[in-house]
T-cell receptor, first 114, second 111 residues
Framework: GAVVSQHPSRVICKSGTSVKIECRSL??????MFWYRQFPKQSLMLMAT?????????EQGVEKDKFLINHASLTLSTLTVTSAHPEDSSFYIC??????????FGPGTRLLVL | EDQVTQSPEALRLQEGESSSLNCSYT??????LFWYRQDPGKGPEFLFT???AGEEKEKERLKATLTKKESFLHITAPKPEDSATYLC????????????FGTGTKLQVIP
């Protein structure tokens, strides 16, 4: 149980384009989902928290107009990186929390912006 | 501000050599402490949740314990497949269920 999927697992795009990453909780309903970014050899940095049906809460320093988050249902959240630039290249990981507020993580999406 | 410090940063063990990883935390009221395992290029895998001092949980060769200031992840007779980065995270009371992660301990178990 408690499986979270992410799609795509890897994406390469040109600078200036937008990229959408999907996060799904497969076997449970997640009222709250989280988006993290992880740089090489560093821990997870929380970008934003999203609750189903409401606006996401962004962490300080994270541009909400650049990283658009939509949490349309209890099993799906999307992160769109708009007008991506090489500095946006990173490993993006989502998580979904269950009724006991334990976060279960997806496998991550490796983004490379050329 | 919530803080989580993990030590050591890296640990190299011989197969079968038991050891412990430490997670020290400062939080204004602990709602939960979480242990995760992360393999390179993958998302963290949930291991344990601990809620109160004195609580212990076990899973195969792993045992997590909790005091009011720190948590330990004990690894008994580790195998090479236990090699990974182990992350600790704490959750404080309040909205949004936000957790604060430590920087992790990278464990390498040598055959």
């Amino acid at each position: 149980g408690a499986v979270v999927s992410q799609h795509p697992s890897r994406v390469i795009c040109k600078s200036g384009t937008s990229v959408k990453i999907e996060c799904r909780s497969l076997d449970f309903q997640a009222t709250t989902m989280f988006w993290y970014r992880q740089f090489p050899k560093q821990s997870l940095m929380l970008m934003a928290t999203s609750n189903e049906g409401s606006k996401a809460t962004y962490e300080q320093g994270v541009e909400k107009d650049k990283f658009l988050i939509n949490h349309a249902s209890l099993t799906l959240s999307t992160l769109t990186v708009t007008s991506a630039h090489p500095e946006d290249s990173s490993f993006y990981i989502c998580s979904a929390s269950d009724s006991k507020e334990t976060q279960y993580f997806g496998p991550g999406t490796r983004l490379l912006v050329l | 501000e919530d803080q989580v410090t993990q030590s050591p940063e890296a640990l190299r063990l011989q197969e079968g050599e038991s050891s412990s990883l430490n997670c020290s935390y400062t939080v204004s009221g602990l709602r939960g402490l979480f242990w995760y395992r992360q393999d390179p290029g993958k998302g963290p895998e949930f291991l344990f949740t601990l809620y109160s001092a004195g609580e212990e949980k076990e899973k195969e060769r792993l045992k997590a314990t909790l005091t009011k200031k720190e948590s330990f992840l004990h690894i008994t007779a580790p195998k090479p497949e236990d090699s990974a980065t182990y992350l600790c995270a704490v959750q404080a009371p309040g909205g949004y269920q936000k957790v604060t992660f430590g920087t992790g301990t990278k464990l390498q178990v040598i055959p």
